[in-house]
């Protein structure tokens, strides 16, 4: 079996109630993602946060500027798994600028399992990088949310075809 890390992709405040940007489904997702740690951690998968921060060279950001508490990951998120890895992202891409393939490389990763915030963009877009295509990589869907219901099922059905939708049972199984 490949080895595998799941990669929490933006489980920030702003996202939640309360936040600049409070998304759809964030309380399910949040409970699946914790499931989903639950069971990373059981499987010894190693998890690493992915965290956006706005670039504070362009200017102050509608949401995710440094060092608000809206650009923190949730504490629930942190709670059920506080030694995961951090990595800082600027861009949809969490592959972009980041230092996420040296810390999959140093973990000897071949499969991704990529779950998170927003589903059309920051999930789809770190599955689909060109950095991405030497791995095995599954969406997790249920572990993923956005603005609303449809956008977030346009966004999965786009990825329908390259075969990467999954769930957290199947594949931390």
């Not at 799941?6 to 996202?15: K, T, V």
């Not at 399992?113 to 060109?130: E, P, R, Y």
């Not at 449809?150 to 999954?166: E, F, K, T, W």
Request: overall charge negative.
């Amino acid at each position: 079996m490949a080895k595998q890390a799941l990669l929490i992709i933006d489980l920030q405040n702003d996202y939640f109630p309360g936040g600049l940007y409070p998304l759809w489904n964030t309380e399910q997702t949040l409970s699946n993602i914790k499931s989903a740690i639950e069971l990373a951690q059981q499987n010894d998968v190693p998890v690493i946060h992915i965290q956006h921060i706005a670039d504070p060279a362009l200017g102050l950001a509608p949401f995710f500027n440094e060092d608000t508490e809206g650009a923190a990951i949730h504490p629930e998120i942190l709670s059920a798994a506080p030694d995961a890895e951090v990595v800082i992202k600027r861009f949809a891409d969490s592959f972009e600028q980041t230092r996420l393939e040296a810390v999959l490389s140093e973990l000897q990763v071949e499969e991704l399992l990529v779950c998170g915030m927003m589903t059309q963009n920051c999930v789809t877009h770190t599955a689909i990088s060109k950095a991405a295509e030497k791995y095995q990589v599954s969406i997790l869907a249920d572990c993923c949310t956005t603005v609303d219901e449809m956008l977030h099922l346009i966004a999965l059905n786009a990825v329908a075809p390259r075969g990467l939708l999954s769930t957290y049972q199947q594949a931390l199984a």
